[in-house]
């Protein structure tokens, strides 16, 4: 019992002082837990919304708007934008690179292998994404607010594998996997649509030049040139070379993540041959322990690597970063009754708490009575109603498509031409707009959005526990 690992004692970690004990394990322990990163984010979360309603709540926006300009020689990298937006279009840049080298691996070893597996999921996300969004154009065609029909359409992983994770055994690991892949494809939708219709002022010289860079990752791994660094060079280009283009730089993660290999150079018996081999060796130097290091860590893939060392800096870092930045709403009786007057507000919740729970249940419904997917056996109609309302948890990738959809610049350039009363700029010392309303006499309207992001998430986490807490007596068979 003197010790639990092989090598524990070597670090601090698995000494046995009161720190060690009292404090390292457990946070370790609590950080390979799935809902690790949900608690993390709420924290965040809880932090911003503290902070911005403080009566230091100015020093909230100061920070985030602080200038971040980063030059390499007279090369401008990233200018004229703020702290805030630095977190949004580059830090989540690396964010939706994970997300890519999970679709990726879920595509080529995953749920999402084989088509008879992943249709239902598919078929859930597709209901997922078009019936909230048409739910929020009944609120908002032809409004101001039309432009944020994406907003609704989002799952958090995150959040919502964390929610279910919390019920344990009592959801069968197979319904699990349902809701990850739907919120994988869910994901896949989402990147399309902020490629499409969230990117602006696109510049095709800059387009070209990322196209050649893609171009020149795929040739050497198809020389399999394996040396990371190179790489990591090359994508920081893309991500630059993207951003300049006017397309959202957080694609050019998602892309990166769907081009990195996930099959692995070594196969397992090959690894087992080469251990055998350095156990079986009657001397055994330096050059020999590289040697078999190599060919061992290769029977993993590059992609399962990088997302296993990525995933703690994403879920930990900058997922509650993103959320400090952007989830800093001012609320008090005035603000609230004022958001619940806006269009866009009820928009989204009605579109992430209702229209996920339609669209979802409805679409896995009808595909499963046309024999176009298989649904697993232990899901019952009340499951798969709770695992749609979960899956109404749009928090992050909501409140990202919420800046794209309502940023000051683009949002007054967009409705330049609208009714008076429904721009309304107000200029502060700075000069930096300050309010947009939505002309239904609610408040600004990316703060209206935000509320109605993190009401329908609430509502969401609440609803969808309490009908699958409810699931104890359905069928547990997990086949």
Known sequence: MAQQTNFGDLTFIGRESRIARWFARPFKRFLAVEAAGGVLLLIATAAALIWVNSPWGDSYDDFWNTSVNLFVGDIEIFGGHSLADFVNDA??????????????RELVDGQLRNPRDAALPAFAAIGGMVVPAALYLVFNAGGPGQSGWGIPMATDIAFAVGIV??????????????????????????IIVIALFYSSGIS??????????????????????????????????????????????????????????????QSEDDTRTIARWLRDKPEV??????????????????????????????????????????????????????????????????GLVVGKTVGVTVFSLVAARLKLAKMPSAMSLRRLVGL????????????????????????ADDHSGDDEQALVVDLSADGVAAAETDGSGGGPIEDNAKIGILFASIIASIGGLLILSGADGDDDDDD
């Open 91 to 104: 830090l989540m840049a690396l964010f939706f690179f994970v997300v890519g080298l999970e679709i990726k």
């Open 165 to 190: 994770s919390l019920l344990g055994d009592r959801i069968p690991r197979r319904l699990k996997i349902f809701l990850l892949s739907l919120a994988i494809v869910d994901d896949i939708g989402a």
């Open 204 to 265: 095709f010289g800059w387009m070209a030049a990322t196209a050649i860079l893609i171009a020149l990752v795929l040739l050497l791994k198809q020389l399999r040139v394996w040396y990371i660094p190179i790489y990591v060079l090359i994508g920081a280009v893309i991500w630059w070379t993207t951003y300049r283009s006017g397309v959202h730089a957080t694609i050019a993660g998602v892309i990166l993540g769907l081009i990195t290999p996930a099959r692995p150079l």
């Open 285 to 350: 130097f330096p050059i020999d322990v590289r040697y078999a290091s190599f060919r061992i860590r290769e029977s993993v893939s590059v992609a399962e690597r990088l997302e296993t060392a990525l995933h703690p800096i994403t879920s930990f870092a900058v997922i509650p970063l993103f959320a400090l930045a952007n989830a800093g709403v001012r609320m008090n009786g005035d603000i609230i009754s004022a958001a619940l007057k806006s269009p866009v507000t009820w928009g989204i919740m009605v």
């Open 388 to 411: 749609a309302m979960i899956s109404g948890i749009g928090f992050t990738v909501s409140l990202f498509v919420s800046n794209l959809a309502f940023s000051a610049d683009d949002y």
